[in-house]
């Protein structure tokens, strides 16, 4: 169903006819009225430990919504409760400061069903929005490119889709007037609809944006260029170490996420050639599962990358919990079996710590420290992606007729020639070190290569 009925305009589906609001209320976003964000924030904890790391993390996310925390209520449970997710009593606690506070809005770190957070909202007459809510609405205020504001969209209809409720005002569109009596439609019913349709729309739009990804990528694949894909939990400086390597200009702020759309640059490496650098969105624990479904097709330069940078910050005292979280991530994405190299970054925020690089034990780089802030150990870095992109290493001799003087001007050329004869026949009898990338390249411009070709094909 990619075609509007008749009666419904594009502007309709677009904006005016959705009545319902992002999250349930008939109330503006978050980011829609500033005035409107002053915020009691909920959380609760469901082990004896007390982590406040969690909820420091949803107080950034708050705040990178614009939202300005009035006070933080905390609960203890065993498990959510069914009605209010936190207790009846809890519940009459929050309600009573939203009156003490006015209080525009309840921020909830947990994800509530659409009962709870419509019960929620009816005892306290406030806007609740849970954290799958606020990611969201962030992710509405960074979106730049087309396809990032389709991608949001997307995922912000799907979740509104589970929130329709009949609003009080009960503007049904079954009347008692002259005209207006019949079966008509009630307005809850054309909610639906209409989201639906939209839903239909941006789903067909998504995928000519695929299939353009798909094509831009198969030419890369064709010419043998690799890619290397910027991973990594929010805020850990992917964007900065973006900036440093390309030179490009990529908005970067210690706030998370900072980046939304993906940016793709070339990138030139010794020994390897030119090579595509991506900027991707960063993880999150807990990310919705509509979120990565919109960005499906941003995440596959991810899943079909050459190699991942597993941009790490190691001043976060939760740096192991990070990693795990992206890790999940990556198998959701099916990126769990794409080669990756660690990068500890903000290693200026640490004492003792100088910019290296660990190795595995085959003896290849798995882990550099750096600081992309100051430029620290950028020199590693480069050695460690251009080692780990030319992880093998071709030695072969090659005999080449006196006609072949094309193929060793170009063996010359990769400076990749290092002993030659000339035999009674007049052949060239080279002695060649080169990178497999290089080689491949050589194979696709002279197929005569492929006689002395040492690597074996890879079973299906």
């Known amino acids: 169903m990619n075609n509007l009925p008749d009666n419904v305009t594009q502007s309709a589906v677009d904006s005016s006819e959705i009545s319902t609001a992002l999250f349930v209320s008939e109330n503006p976003p978050i980011n829609e009225n500033r005035a409107l964000n002053n915020a009691i924030v909920v959380h609760c904890f469901f082990d004896s430990q007390k982590n406040l790391d969690d909820l420091n993390e949803f107080q950034l996310l708050a705040k990178s919504a614009q939202a300005h925390i009035l006070t933080v209520i905390t609960t203890s449970r065993s498990s959510p409760q069914a009605k209010y997710f936190v207790g009846q009593g809890k519940a009459e606690e929050i309600a009573d400061a939203v009156k003490q506070y006015q209080a525009d809005l309840i921020l909830v770190n947990h994800s509530l069903t659409p009962a709870q957070a419509r019960n929620l909202e009816s005892l306290c007459d406030c806007r609740v929005v849970d954290r799958n809510g606020l990611i969201l609405d962030i992710f509405a205020q960074r979106a730049r490119s087309h396809e990032g504001k389709l991608q949001v969209e997307l995922a912000q ?23 207006l009596r019949g079966p008509g439609e009630t307005q809850l019913e054309t909610d639906r609809r209409l989201i639906k349709v939209r839903i239909s729309q941006l789903q067909s739009r998504l995928e000519k944006v695929t299939k353009q990804r798909n094509q831009n990528r198969q030419t890369r694949q064709k010419a043998d260029i690799p890619t290397i894909s910027l991973v990594g939990y929010t805020n850990a400086g992917k964007s900065t170490l973006f900036n440093l390597l390309t030179d490009a200009n990529v908005y970067a702020a210690d706030q998370l996420f900072a980046t939304l759309d993906p940016t793709l640059r070339r990138l030139h490496l010794k020994d390897v050639g030119t090579t595509i650098l991506a900027d991707t969105v960063g993880f999150l624990r807990d990310l919705p599962h509509d979120l990565i479904s919109a960005f499906k097709s941003t995440l596959q330069e991810t899943t079909e990358a050459s190699l991942l ?8 005292t939760r740096k192991l919990e990070n990693i795990e979280a992206v890790n999940q ?14 990068v500890y970054n903000k290693i200026d925020q640490l004492e003792n710590v100088k910019p290296h690089i660990e190795y595995d034990e085959k003896q290849q780089p798995s882990a550099v420290y750096i600081s992309a802030n100051s430029a620290e150990g950028l020199a590693f870095l480069l050695d460690a992606i251009r080692a780990r992109l030319t992880e093998q290493i071709l030695q072969l001799p090659i005999r080449l007729s006196p006609s072949e003087g094309k193929i060793r001007h170009a063996l010359y050329e990769l400076n990749c020639v290092e002993k030659e004869e000339i035999n009674e026949l007049g052949e060239f009898l080279l002695n060649i070190r080169i990178e497999k990338v290089e080689w491949l390249k050589l194979m696709k411009r002279f197929a005569t290569l492929a006689a002395f070709n040492p690597i074996q094909p890879e079973e299906d």
């Open 309 to 316: 940078l597993h941009v790490i910050d190691c001043a976060d």
């Open 329 to 342: 991530v990556l198998e959701e994405i099916g990126a769990q079996d794409v080669p990756r190299l660690l």
């Open 157 to 179: 209809l799907k979740h509104l889709a589970t929130r329709l409720v009949r609003r009080k005002t009960g503007l049904d569109q079954q009347k008692g007037a002259v005209g």
